[in-house]
């Protein structure tokens, strides 16, 4: 069955210090791995992907996120935290071998506070 | 950059009561899905919709549950006989591949 682990409910670090939200997950086939933010009383905002080809892929806002095969974890970082990252960040992961049936399978979310 | 746009943002509504939330997928967009989120809670699907019929549903997607695209544009939820349970935050999705999902900003559903 496909799943997605985000281990940590909260993250909080300060601000300039670099910053990682965890994600691991569980498919049968090659995977297909997204990033979403949510702000406070806003929709999914999507932030980066993987695909195919480089493992390190880079998103919006400078943050970038390292597909590792192996452990299969898909862990989103930044270099350098600004408060306004502060959001509720959702790992979603999709099977690339599930045909029309492309429905992500979501993260329960990790809450990220960046504190001044 | 083009949109997913969803009305209404917000809606409430009395326990037993029909609602329809609407959305407009992104024109050149072939796969259309639901999820909602119930406050505080992970995201869930609900129905993915592709070449005019349901692609795909989860359990929570029973017969109260049904979609539309009635128009060639518009893609709708329409949820019968609404329970306290069904309040939540109501996301569309369309997609094509290879550029990913891209999200409505939801309509927070209230159930009274």
């Known amino acids: 069955a496909q799943s997605v682990a985000q281990p940590e409910d909260q993250v909080n670090v300060a601000e300039g210090n670099p910053l990682t939200v965890k994600c691991t997950y569980s498919?049968?086939?090659?995977?297909?791995l997204f990033w979403y933010v949510q702000y406070p009383n806003r929709g999914l905002q999507f932030l980066l992907k993987?695909?195919?080809?480089d493992n390190l892929v880079k998103g919006s806002y400078g943050f970038e996120a390292e597909f590792n095969k192996s452990q299969t974890s898909f862990h989103l970082k930044k270099p350098s935290a600004l408060v306004s990252d502060s959001a509720l960040y959702f790992c979603?992961?999709?099977?690339?071998?599930?045909?029309?049936?492309?429905?992500?399978?979501w993260g329960l979310g990790t809450s990220l506070g960046v504190n001044p | 950059e083009p949109e997913v746009t969803q009305t209404p943002s917000h809606q409430v509504t009395q326990m037993g009561q029909e609602v329809i939330l609407r959305c407009v997928p992104i024109?050149?967009?072939?796969?259309f899905y639901w999820y909602r989120q119930i406050l505080g809670q992970k995201v869930e699907f609900l129905v993915s919709?592709?070449?005019?019929?349901?692609?795909?549903k989860s359990e929570i997607f029973d017969d109260q549950f049904s979609v539309e695209r009635p128009d060639g544009s518009n893609f709708t939820l329409k949820i019968r006989s609404t329970k306290l349970e069904d309040s939540a935050m109501y996301f569309c999705?369309?997609?094509?591949?290879?550029?990913?999902?891209?999200f409505g900003s939801g309509t927070r559903l209230t159930v009274v």
């Open positions: 919709f592709y070449n005019n019929e349901i692609s795909e």
């Open positions: 999705a369309s997609s094509e591949q290879p550029r990913g999902y891209t």
């Open positions: 498919v049968s086939g090659n995977p297909y």
């Open positions: 979603a992961v999709r099977d690339f071998n599930a045909g029309n049936n492309r429905k992500l399978i």
């Open positions: 993987y695909i195919t080809g």
């Open positions: 024109s050149n967009h072939l796969y």
